[in-house]
């Protein structure tokens, strides 16, 4: 065996929210239409405000709106999601160790935050921290803000037995163990929702697909073990580091013609996941 294999296995209520029959309904509309986001399966869409516009996700075909952490000067604002929110799930992504939404101390962003729109709890990258915040310790402030939100996510990366431990839906990061993770969790009678994010490049263009998320993957500890030095991530790269970052990319996205994006998520539930979230990696307009 190699050692590329060796490393890697190359709608509204009174409230403003959405109700179970606006987001079934929309669904149906959606598979109806046959688009690219139908054919993939996904549930939801993730999206980077330092990106796009968020509001963009009304002109979208998901009911399901997840909208990432990336700096509080990049937060977008909250009558925006909340506008979104009256027919449609929205969840944002809040960092217990960032100020605004640390439960043992400044937390006004938390409170500030419209009732209709869920949180997904996050340790919090620390590209997105300052100094002071990547000391704050995770678990009790995990904790905290679980017991105060409504229905929250736990994202799950680099703290998965804290987040576990937490409780609520737990949010998993796509990697190339994810199935078998989920279904470990399963045979040990963990019966809580899970959801599962993943960058996502509806194409077989594999140019297109290294430029969306080769660096991405590059990025996983094993993919960087196999790599050459210096190798280029994107679509220059050739020989074995091509040969490497074409396992790579399927194993931590979601990487193919539509159809085949659908078999992965129907793998991923069939593994007991509840929800597949999809990053549109090559940007909004791949899920229309």
């Known amino acids: 065996m190699s050692s590329v294999d060796t490393?890697?296995?190359i709608d509204s209520d009174d409230s403003g929210a959405a109700t179970d029959d606006d987001r079934a309904a929309r669904a149906a509309a959606d598979a109806d239409a046959g688009g690219i986001a139908a054919r993939t399966g996904l549930d939801g869409v993730s999206l980077k405000p330092r990106e796009c516009d968020v509001s963009v996700a009304a002109d979208l075909p998901f009911g399901l709106v997840c909208v990432d952490y990336e700096g509080r000067e990049s937060l977008p604002a909250f009558d925006t999601l909340a506008a979104l929110a009256r027919d449609r799930t929205v969840r944002l992504t809040t960092p217990v160790r960032a100020d605004g939404f640390d439960p043992?101390?400044?937390?006004?962003l938390t409170r500030a935050l419209p009732d209709s729109v869920g949180r997904i709890l996050v340790a919090g990258h620390p590209a997105y921290l300052?100094?002071?915040?990547r000391k704050r310790a995770v678990a009790p402030?995990?904790?905290?803000?679980?017991?105060?939100?409504?229905?929250?996510w736990v994202g799950t990366e680099g703290i998965e037995r804290v987040a576990l431990a937490a409780g609520g839906t737990q949010y998993e990061l796509?990697?190339?163990t994810t199935e078998r993770d989920v279904r470990?969790?399963?045979?040990?009678?963990?019966?809580g929702d899970i959801a599962v994010y993943a960058p996502t490049v509806p194409t077989d263009d594999e140019d297109a697909v290294l430029d969306a998320v080769g660096g991405y993957a590059a990025r996983r500890k094993p993919v960087q073990k196999a790599l050459p030095d210096g190798a280029e991530t994107d679509a220059d790269a050739s020989g074995r580091a091509r040969e490497v970052l074409r396992k790579a990319t399927r194993d931590y996205a979601l990487v193919g013609d539509p159809d085949t994006v659908g078999d992965?998520?129907?793998?991923?539930?069939?593994?007991?996941?509840d929800l597949v979230v999809g990053y549109p990696a090559a940007g909004v307009e791949t899920f229309r």
């Open 141 to 152: 402030r995990l904790g905290d803000a679980v017991g105060v939100s409504t229905d929250p």
């Open 184 to 191: 470990a969790l399963r045979a040990a009678g963990y019966e």
């Open 104 to 108: 043992r101390g400044d937390d006004s």
């Open 174 to 176: 796509l990697s190339r």
């Open 130 to 133: 300052d100094e002071s915040e």
């Open 264 to 273: 992965r998520v129907a793998a991923l539930k069939e593994a007991g996941a």
């Open 7 to 9: 490393e890697i296995d």
